[in-house]
Every structure is written in structure tokens, then in C-alpha cells.
């Protein structure tokens, strides 16, 4: 199974970003997803996490309402929309797979990618 993270880049206070995350070797219909990120020096953390339907969604609250995460199963792949981003939000973002239908509370990947560098500037 591998779950390649996309879209991260360069963005302003204030900008927005798509992260997508694609996986292979899997169909994810049945999988948790999500996402966790970590900043330089920080300890990684849980940012949104989502259930196999797309239905049901959990996100950390430095985040809510700023961040959506959405799903594609047919592509087999999911979305972090990050808007209204600010300079804490910096960090290496990393997608994960849980193979447990519905946990998102705790969210327990099974599978991780690599990772996306998102730097924004204040």
C-alpha cells in the first residue's frame, strides 16, 4: 500500500492550498483517512480525519473551520482544502490510512505517506 501526498507549496497568510492523496495498492472504500502534520521541531500532530463514507468528519481545533477534508473513493483518493492559512500552519503534512471503517476518535493510521511541505509566510 503506498499514499503519495500532494500539492504542498509556497503560500502567504491568508492563501490557500488543496492537498490530495493518492493510494495505491488498496481500495480505501472501507479505510479511515487523514491527515497529521509536523512542524520543525514540534512533535506530529492529528489534523482531520475522515470516515469511509465521507459522511462523518473530525478535525483538531486549531484548524476547524479554516480546513476541509473531503474524499474520492472512486479515485481513490482524499482532500485536505486548507484556507485562510497562517505562518503555524507551516509543517510537513502527511496523509495516513486506518483500516477500521469509522475511527475517528482515536484516529490510528496503519498506513502513512511521505509527505507534503507546506511554508506559509507571514
Known amino acids: 500500500v503506498q499514499l503519495q501526498a500532494s500539492g504542498g507549496g509556497f503560500v502567504q497568510a491568508g492563501g490557500s492550498l488543496r492537498l490530495s492523496c493518492a493510494v495505491s495498492?488498496?481500495?480505501?472504500?472501507?479505510?479511515?483517512m487523514g491527515w497529521f502534520r509536523q512542524a520543525p521541531g514540534k512533535e506530529r500532530e492529528f489534523v482531520a480525519a475522515?470516515?469511509?463514507?465521507?459522511?462523518?468528519?473530525r478535525y483538531a481545533d486549531s484548524v476547524k473551520g479554516r480546513f476541509t477534508i473531503s474524499r474520492d473513493n472512486a479515485e481513490n483518493t482524499m482532500y485536505l482544502q486548507m484556507d485562510s492559512l497562517k505562518p503555524d500552519d507551516t509543517a510537513v503534512y502527511y496523509c495516513?490510512?486506518?483500516?477500521?471503517?469509522?475511527?475517528?476518535?482515536?484516529?490510528?493510521?496503519?498506513?502513512w505517506g511521505r509527505g507534503t511541505q507546506v511554508t506559509v509566510s507571514s
Open positions: 495516513a490510512l486506518d483500516r477500521v471503517k469509522l475511527r475517528l476518535i482515536p484516529f490510528t493510521p496503519d498506513y
Open positions: 475522515i470516515g469511509y463514507s465521507g459522511h462523518n468528519t
Open positions: 495498492g488498496r481500495t480505501v472504500s472501507r479505510d479511515t
